[in-house]
């Protein structure tokens, strides 16, 4: 039941994510290329989604918890720091260069085109090296400070 | 320096805005039943470290059901969903390389911070939103204008 009701939702996304164009890179490039080939379809599919999104959730979290689930599970954290702002600026390089973004990515993995399956591989290495970096910093960090006290 | 690809595209509002609206669709039933934001980083990275996250199951049906979206548009208009590629093979995979780096650091991406994040009024999303939105659009400024011209 929790399982197709998921797989269901995922195919929702996955078919807005195809018919909005998300899943195209050239059109994604386009929409940033203001003073070129500029298309801006992409500030309907923002504009759609995110009002979608503020009127559903104003609905949906004046429950006590969701349906499935015994709590919401909601990102708590305040903090606006460099770490958030300087990935966040790594990853518009990076989709600048490409011209997919993660959610637009996953969906497209279903056209079977290579291109799509190159990019995902490389996304999945860099997930995992900055896991790994992240990793070793936090042993590292918890070495030094046993080490003071 | 490879050759600069440049693919116009249509402007497609009512499409685009179809699909935005079922993205936030799919947003808000994923709050009301599971109670968690809807971000492809976040299922990426869960599916493929399924020892650390026990509720892996969910993540992977939604993932199955992002990737089966393009095949039901496939079915229904005859038509595979356009991925059009202007960048090359190199870049594809410096773009995922650092969209997987900078989605770790920045805890996510258009998809969970974009529309999830925004959508709350998360500060922390709006933040990390307008950074890669900013850097992005610099980035595709640079590679068509500056190093294309």
């Known amino acids: 039941m929790r399982l197709v009701s998921t797989y269901l939702i995922g195919l929702i996304f996955g078919i807005g994510i195809a018919v909005s164009g998300m899943a195209n890179p050239a059109k994604v490039l386009n929409f940033f290329d203001v003073a070129g080939t500029w298309d801006p379809s992409l500030i309907f599919v923002m504009g759609g989604a995110v009002t979608v999104a503020f009127i559903g959730y104003r609905i949906v979290l004046r429950r006590p918890a969701p349906i499935i689930d015994a709590k919401f599970h909601l990102p708590d954290n305040p903090r606006i720091d460099a770490r958030l702002l300087g990935g966040s600026a790594l990853f518009g390089v990076g989709w600048g260069i490409a011209g997919f973004c993660p959610g637009g990515a996953l969906p497209a993995l279903g056209t079977g085109r290579i291109e799509v399956f190159a990019f995902v591989a490389a996304l999945i290495v860099g997930i995992f090296s900055a896991k790994g970096v992240m990793a070793l910093t936090h042993a590292r960090a918890a070495r030094l400070l046993r080490r003071e006290t | ?149």
């Open chain 2, 1 to 149: 320096m490879p050759e600069l690809t440049v693919i116009e595209t249509l402007f497609t509002p009512w499409q685009s805005l179809a699909g935005g609206v079922l993205i936030g669709l799919a947003s808000v039933l994923l709050m009301l039943t599971l109670g968690r934001v809807m971000g492809a980083t976040g299922v990426l990275a869960s599916v493929l470290t399924p020892s650390a996250h026990p509720d892996v199951c969910w993540r992977l049906a939604l993932l199955a059901g992002m990737i089966s979206g393009p095949l039901i548009v496939l079915a229904v208009t005859g038509q595979m969903p356009a991925v059009e590629v202007p960048a090359s093979m190199p870049m594809l995979l410096a773009g995922g390389l650092l969209v997987g780096i900078g989605v770790t650091y920045g805890s996510g991406c258009t998809s969970g911070h974009g529309v999830c994040g925004m959508a709350r009024l998360s500060r922390r999303s709006i933040a990390a939103t307008a950074t890669f939105m900013l850097t992005t659009g610099l980035t595709v400024f640079v590679i068509r204008h500056v190093l294309g011209a």
